[in-house]
C-alpha cells in the first residue's frame, strides 16, 4: 500500500479566494487522481493528474477552476480558484500503484466556503 | 456509460447480525475490477474488498465477502458478525480495464449503514 499525505485536512475560505491543496506520496506512483465529495454524495472524478503534463479533466471540470500540477511521480497538487459557496466539499487525492491494483486515498480535505 | 447503483440510501443492523449491502453495475467490458469501500466519519476511503471480474471465486476477507454474478452484473457485500466499528458509508466501485491498463474509478452513490448496539 502507499501512504498518503493529504493537507491541509480542512479550511474555511472567503469567497472568490483559491486554494492550493496539496498530495504527497511515499513512494513513486504512475496514477494519481483528485475526486470530489459533495455534502451527503458520491465520489466524481475531477482529473487525472499526468506527470510532466497537463491533467485531464472530467466533464463538467476545467483547468482555469480546478489547475492541478504533479511536478513528478509522487507530489501533486490541486488548486480550487475563485472560489463560491457551491465548492464546499472534501476534496480527496488518490493514487494507483500498479497494474489492477485498487486506488488508495488520502484522507482528504474539507473545504468550507463562506 | 459504465454505472454503479446502489439501491439502498441507508441501512440498519444489530450489533453481531449480519447485513448485506448491495450493488449493481451497467459495463459492455468483460474485464474489469469491482471494489467496496468503507468511509467512516472521519472521512477516509478504506478498501474493504476486492474482486476481480475474471475470477468466479467470490472474495472474501474476514467477516466481509461478496456475492458476485457476473451475468447478473450484481456485487453484493456480506458482513457478519457486525461490530460499532463497521458503521460508515459503503461505497461500491467499478475499474474499467482498457488494453491493460487501469483506468479510473466509477463510484456508486453510497450505502450509509448503522450498527445498532
Known amino acids: 500500500s502507499a501512504v498518503i499525505s493529504q493537507k491541509p485536512s480542512r479550511d474555511i475560505c472567503q469567497r472568490g479566494t483559491s486554494l492550493t491543496i496539496q498530495c504527497q506520496v511515499d513512494?513513486?506512483?504512475?496514477?494519481m487522481f483528485w475526486y470530489r465529495q459533495q455534502p451527503g454524495q458520491s465520489l466524481t472524478l475531477i482529473a487525472t493528474?499526468?506527470?510532466?503534463?497537463?491533467?485531464?479533466?472530467e466533464s463538467g471540470f476545467v483547468i482555469d477552476k480546478f489547475p492541478i500540477s504533479r511536478p513528478n511521480l509522487t507530489f501533486s497538487t490541486l488548486t480550487v480558484s475563485n472560489m463560491s459557496p457551491e465548492d464546499s466539499s472534501i476534496y480527496l487525492c488518490?493514487?494507483?500503484?500498479?497494474?489492477?491494483?485498487?486506488?488508495?486515498f488520502g484522507n482528504g480535505t474539507r473545504l468550507t466556503v463562506t | 456509460a459504465q454505472t454503479v447503483t446502489q439501491s439502498q440510501p441507508e441501512m440498519s443492523v444489530q450489533e453481531a447480525e449480519t447485513v448485506t449491502l448491495s450493488c449493481t453495475y451497467d459495463?459492455?467490458?468483460?474485464?474489469?475490477?469491482l471494489f467496496w469501500y468503507k468511509q467512516p466519519p472521519s472521512r477516509q476511503m478504506i478498501l474493504v474488498i476486492r474482486?476481480?471480474?475474471?475470477?468466479?471465486q467470490n472474495a472474501t476477507e474476514n467477516r466481509f465477502s461478496v456475492n458476485f454474478q457476473k451475468a447478473a452484473k450484481s456485487f453484493s457485500l456480506k458482513i457478519s458478525d457486525s461490530q460499532l466499528g463497521d458503521a460508515a458509508m459503503y461505497f461500491c466501485?467499478?475499474?474499467?480495464?482498457?488494453?491493460?491498463?487501469?483506468?479510473?474509478?466509477?463510484f456508486g452513490t453510497g450505502t450509509l449503514l448503522a450498527v445498532q448496539p
Open positions: 488518490s493514487v494507483v500503484l500498479g497494474y489492477g491494483s485498487p486506488l488508495h
Open positions: 513512494s513513486q506512483v504512475t496514477m
Open positions: 493528474a499526468n506527470q510532466g503534463s497537463e491533467a485531464t479533466y
Open positions: 459495463t459492455s467490458e468483460s474485464d474489469y475490477y
Open positions: 474482486q476481480e471480474a475474471y475470477k468466479q
Open positions: 466501485a467499478y475499474l474499467p480495464v482498457y488494453g491493460g491498463a487501469t483506468n479510473k474509478l466509477i
